[in-house]
């Protein structure tokens, strides 16, 4: 990855809240190539804003928001996402916790996997929350998932492949193309069957 794509993916993290704001400050203490990427003034803008100012996220996607390829980005992030689903990377209640903040900030394709995290899901303990829980307890509130799991396996799957195709595609943040049949977008169409099957 250049060196502009791995400056634009940190700007991206942090204005999608992926990292924090200290964690944005000290990357951007360390890589002085964004001097070199985007020129001084825009390098001594980022330098001095007050990062500890309660308003900083605000002012820095300000500053930020105009060199971020959301288009490109969102998409690899909504990927990524199904893409755990599917191979089990991370916390189902996590992920369907992150699918479902997507689809309420526009991505209406997402909205089974988002649905389903609503419908009971977002009541079960995180799997980071284990030993805060009797075993047992957590297990069987967990149950749900060992049912639920192969439906949104299918689902991500299903995503994925429009993704790949080029059916499904981000443009920018929050809005995408959808070349897919009126068949295909079931998820929208025709809810009510992808619950009963």
Not at 62 to 74: L, Q, T
Request: hydrophobic share 35%; with cysteine; glycine share 4%.
């Amino acid at each position: 990855m250049s060196n502009e794509k791995n400056i634009q993916k940190q700007f991206y993290k942090i204005y999608k809240g992926l990292i924090s704001v200290l964690e944005f400050e000290d990357w951007l203490y360390n890589t002085p190539e964004i001097e070199k990427v985007y020129g001084a003034d825009f390098y001594f803008k980022l330098l001095d804003l007050n990062y500890k100012s309660r308003h900083i996220k605000n002012e820095l996607e300000k500053v930020i928001e105009n060199k971020i390829p959301f288009g490109e980005f969102e998409q690899m992030h909504i990927v990524s996402l199904l893409e755990n689903i599917i191979s089990e990377k991370g916390d189902l209640v996590e992920l369907l916790e992150q699918v479902y903040e997507e689809y309420c900030r526009g991505y209406s394709f997402l909205r089974y996997l988002g649905l389903n995290y609503v419908t009971g899901i977002d009541n079960l303990p995180k799997l980071h929350q284990k030993e805060k829980w009797d075993k047992n307890e957590f297990n069987s509130k967990r149950e749900i998932l060992k049912n639920i799991k192969p439906k949104m396996v299918n689902e991500a799957r299903r995503l994925l492949s429009f993704f790949q195709d080029g059916t499904l595609r981000i443009t920018v943040e929050n809005e995408y193309i959808d070349y897919r049949s009126e068949e295909e977008k079931i998820e929208l169409n025709n809810i009510e069957k992808m619950f009963n099957d």
